[in-house]
């Protein structure tokens, strides 16, 4: 099998997939079964970096273990919610594959959209694919107009004062290059969603190669409103530390 | 070469720009003292009419809430059988 690969001039490369949780009980285990149905002759591994969900997520993620093996989905978990930029960390500790893709566990990202990433960084050598929503092909559901509006107007913000090369800085569905995440990684400070603009920010500024493929986000917490003032203060100091620090 | 240098530049030159216009006079003067505010304007109009056209072309999926429900009941009756308990949400 090894030779008809090789003569094929295909290189078969491995995917790590790190997914932080936080009490993701339920949407853990659909979220591992879309991975496997969706990736089927693909080398991957799942890195499920836990931080001390009291709801059981731990447990359920054992017994998907028992089931699809414990060299298909790693566990490593952490004390407490210390952070995303944190887990990423943790979690590329683990990895072993040759890109690593970072994604929600909240099914607002659809595994079905994992073949599109790979094969857009096999076509393009690209060392970072990112997913965005705000081009045709994508698109965003759950969101109301003042919602649409604000991410609308804070997006025409970033880009005129950023120029990032994106055209979604804040997405969080990504595949990485695994040096280039640990090179982008580590020069990051930032938390939350300021954290997925630095990162891409700081890629461009590097000058690594980004993709964008088309993907669509269904918003999963409906009725909390996640754009209060105090998120749009911290995203306003977001891009003011981006202006002067990239 | 930082981001912000490049942005301070393209600022210096369109004021060295403006400033050469001042003192050439080709433009009547009082009209020179108002262009920075012409383009301050025209800035804003600009980046107004970019939040406008992105809200109105703004991609929407309401097929794909249906879509995930399908997949979660695919999930959860594949887990039912493999005697992974899925519980409910």
Redo the contacts between chains.
């Keep these: 099998m090894a030779d008809e690969n090789e003569s094929k001039g295909e290189k078969k490369y491995k995917y790590s997939i790190i997914i932080p949780t936080y009490n993701e ?2 949407n853990i ?2 979220i591992v ?2 991975i496997f149905k969706h990736l089927r002759d693909v080398d991957f591994e799942i890195i499920v970096v836990d931080d001390g969900s009291p709801d059981g997520t731990q447990e ?1 993620v054992k ?2 273990q028992q ?1 699809y093996g414990e060299d298909r989905i790693l566990l490593r978990a952490r004390a407490k919610k210390l952070g995303l930029g944190t887990a990423y960390i943790h979690g590329l500790k683990h990895a072993t594959g040759d890109f690593v893709v970072i994604m929600d566990a909240d ?1 607002s990202h ?1 595994p079905k959209y994992l073949p599109s990433f790979i094969k857009k960084q096999l076509e393009t050598n690209a060392s970072i694919v990112t997913g965005t ?10 969101w109301n107009l003042m919602r ?2 604000t991410s ?2 804070a ?3 970033a ?5 990032p090369g994106v055209s979604d800085l804040t997405g969080s569905f990504r595949l990485y290059k695994k040096s280039a995440l640990e090179d982008v990684i580590s020069s990051c400070v930032s938390k939350g969603y300021v954290f997925q603009m630095e990162m891409i920010v700081r890629a461009t ?1 590097k000058g690594y190669h980004i993709e964008e493929v088309p993907i ?1 986000f ?1 918003d999963r917490v409906f009725g909390t409103s996640k754009l209060g003032g105090s998120e749009i203060v911290e995203y306003l100091k977001g891009l003011v530390y981006l ?4 | 070469m ?3 240098v490049k ?1 301070l530049s393209l600022l210096v030159a369109i004021s060295g720009f403006w400033i050469g216009l001042l003192q050439a006079a080709i433009i009547p003067r009082s009209h020179t003292w108002l262009l920075p505010i012409y383009f301050v304007v025209s800035l804003g109009c600009y ?1 107004l009419l ?2 406008g056209i ?2 109105m072309q ?5 097929q ?2 249906v879509l ?1 429900q399908k ?2 009941a ?3 009756d ?2 039912k059988h ?8």
């Design positions: 009980r339920l285990a659909i079964y879309l359920i017994q998907l089931l099914l659809h929503r705000y081009v045709k092909g994508g698109g965003v559901h759950g649409k509006l609308r107007g997006n025409v913000l880009q005129t004062l950023l120029w500024r669509t269904v202006l002067l620090t990239t | 930082k981001h912000i942005i980046g970019m939040v992105g809200l703004f991609p929407t999926c309401p794909e809430a995930l997949d979660i695919e999930a959860k594949f887990f493999k005697g992974v308990d899925v519980g409910s949400d």
